[in-house]
């Protein structure tokens, strides 16, 4: 089945510097990839839709100049918290959907802390 | 994307079938039902989806109402590492991938042994 590859599993950085996640499709070409942002007990919130060759759309309220998202080929889609604060601290999940509109598969996301 | 309304929780005993509710009457006729689980600190994991016919594989089983208002997905003997939370979400396919999921609050699913 469709494989989705997060990582880092977990950072931990400083106020003020940036934090680069790479979510990879591994066994198939996603043009477009999801990023989700999850606080504690709550449910997954879509950040922004990652089109390969062409800019992200970002969901209402989500800074596209904090959040960066580089989608360079059809298996590599980046997210680069820029500038980040304590408040940017939550788990990122990426997804990506396999050929023929088969459903979505989703990495196994990335704990970010910063202090 | 039509909205779904799921309980936000319920418990079920290790080796019962665990059936899990969901409403979603204001489907349109090309809306896919999906359910999607998360397990603390994991990514969703996807289980299973369907357009009219019940559904199922090696995971569950997906019963679809007739006028599609609703669905219940049945995990027919659960264990204790089926305890997550289970997300319904209504969307209708697009091509490539490109479909987006919104995921709502879902139903804390706990397996008591």
């Known amino acids: 089945g469709a494989v989705v590859s997060q990582h880092p599993s977990r950072v931990i950085c400083k106020s003020g510097t940036s934090v680069k996640i790479e979510c990879r499709s591994l066994?198939?070409?996603?043009?477009?990839m999801f990023w989700y942002r999850q606080f504690p007990k709550q449910s997954l919130m879509l950040m922004a839709t990652?089109?390969?060759?062409?800019?992200?759309?970002?969901e209402q309220g989500v800074e596209k100049d904090k959040f960066l998202i580089n989608h360079a080929s059809l298996t590599l889609s980046t997210l680069t918290v820029t500038s980040a604060h304590p408040e940017d601290s939550s788990f990122y999940i990426c997804?990506?959907?396999?050929?023929?509109?088969?459903?979505?598969?989703f990495g196994n996301g990335t704990r970010l802390t910063v202090t | 994307d039509a909205k779904t309304t799921q309980p936000p929780s319920m418990d079920c005993a290790e080796g019962r079938a665990a059936n899990l509710p969901c409403n979603h009457s204001?489907?349109?006729?090309?809306?896919?039902v999906y359910w999607y689980r998360q397990i603390h600190s994991q990514g969703p994991q996807y289980i299973i989806h369907?357009?009219?016919n019940n559904e199922t594989n090696e995971m569950a089983s997906l019963i679809i109402t007739e006028d599609r208002k609703s669905s219940t997905l049945i995990l027919p003997h659960a264990t204790l590492r089926d305890t997550a939370v289970y997300y319904c979400?209504?969307?209708?396919?697009?091509?490539?991938?490109?479909?987006?999921?919104?995921f709502g609050k879902g139903t804390k699913l706990t397996v008591n042994p």
């Open positions: 979400i209504v969307r209708a396919p697009a091509q490539g991938g490109s479909e987006k999921l919104v």
């Open positions: 997804s990506a959907g396999g050929p023929g509109g088969s459903p979505l598969h």
């Open positions: 204001t489907i349109s006729g090309n809306e896919y």
């Open positions: 369907g357009l009219k």
């Open positions: 990652s089109n390969e060759g062409s800019k992200a759309t970002y």
């Open positions: 066994d198939f070409q996603a043009t477009t």
